[in-house]
């Protein structure tokens, strides 16, 4: 009822909302008394964790849970499938977020890796949980779910990305935008491209047409 400073500070990241009205959230936490319901992970682990919540259609809080390591965390995006798994991408500075069923065990280096992970509410656990990144800076800013797969729109200046059947295998200078389409299990990568010029370039957003072809958002400065 009164002024409440020095606790933290809690970011939002991305939503996504299912057929039942449900919400779902990510972004970063520094709060150690974020509220949690059925957590996945009870505490913060680092000066800053990503963090998941699932909300009904009454606003009541049915999900929370921390997600991260000892490091920084921060989640940037999040999606639902028709079963309510939840898949988020988060941002990791952190060598021990735990993996399972992982396309990548490790921490790949540099500042940040982009990290993925399916998580089934009902349980709390990941289905699976994967590092993505080379050696440099990996970042992602939006994922979406399209039938068994999910897309990933982010930016690297690495220039080790992994990439599978890529349209551009290198990274052509400073920030390229990547654009990459995972296997529902997270164990393959189907799709995985660099795409940019001599500049900075950045994958914002994804999307597919009725064509199944990937539509992506793509923000250059020269």
Same mark, same amino acid.
């Given at each position: 009822?009164?002024?409440?400073?020095?606790?933290?500070?809690?970011?939002?990241?991305?939503? #996504? +909302?299912?057929?039942? !009205?449900?919400?779902?959230? /990510?972004?970063?936490?520094? =709060? @150690?008394?974020?509220? $949690?319901?059925?957590?996945?992970?009870?505490?913060?682990?680092?000066?800053?964790?990503?963090?998941?919540?699932?909300?009904?259609?009454?606003?009541?809080?049915?999900?929370?849970?921390?997600?991260?390591?000892?490091?920084?965390?921060?989640?940037?995006?999040?999606?639902?499938?028709?079963?309510?798994?939840?898949?988020?991408?988060?941002?990791?500075?952190?060598? #021990? +977020?735990?993996?399972? !069923?992982?396309?990548?065990? /490790?921490?790949?280096?540099? =500042? @940040?890796?982009?990290? $993925?992970?399916?998580?089934?509410?009902?349980?709390?656990?990941?289905?699976?949980?994967?590092?993505?990144?080379?050696?440099?800076?990996?970042?992602?800013?939006?994922i979406r779910l399209d039938a068994n797969q999910v897309l990933l729109a982010g930016f690297t200046t690495s220039t080790n990305f992994p990439v599978s059947n890529a349209l551009q295998g290198a990274n052509a200078g400073g920030n390229d935008a990547v654009l990459v389409k995972f296997a529902a299990n997270g164990?393959?990568?189907?799709? @995985?491209?660099?795409?940019?010029?001599?500049?900075?370039?950045?994958?914002?957003?994804?999307?597919?047409?009725?064509?199944?072809?990937?539509?992506?958002?793509?923000?250059?400065?020269?």
């Amino acid at each position: 009822s009164g002024d409440d400073m020095g606790t933290g500070v809690t970011i939002f990241g991305d939503l #996504d +909302v299912d057929s039942s !009205g449900n919400m779902y959230v /990510t972004g970063l936490t520094r =709060s @150690s008394n974020l509220p $949690l319901t059925s957590a996945l992970q009870s505490t913060l682990q680092g000066t800053e964790d990503a963090f998941v919540a699932r909300f009904n259609s009454s606003g009541t809080r049915t999900f929370a849970s921390f997600l991260g390591g000892t490091s920084s965390d921060q989640g940037e995006g999040i999606a639902v499938d028709s079963s309510g798994n939840i898949y988020v991408a988060f941002n990791t500075a952190s060598t #021990d +977020v735990p993996v399972t !069923g992982a396309f990548q065990t /490790t921490y790949g280096g540099g =500042s @940040s890796d982009i990290f $993925l992970a399916k998580i089934d509410p009902a349980v709390p656990s990941f289905t699976f949980a994967t590092y993505l990144g080379g050696s440099n800076t990996d970042f992602p800013n939006f994922i979406r779910l399209d039938a068994n797969q999910v897309l990933l729109a982010g930016f690297t200046t690495s220039t080790n990305f992994p990439v599978s059947n890529a349209l551009q295998g290198a990274n052509a200078g400073g920030n390229d935008a990547v654009l990459v389409k995972f296997a529902a299990n997270g164990a393959s990568l189907d799709f @995985s491209t660099y795409l940019g010029g001599s500049g900075s370039d950045f994958g914002q957003r994804v999307a597919v047409n009725s064509s199944a072809e990937l539509i992506l958002l793509h923000i250059r400065n020269a």
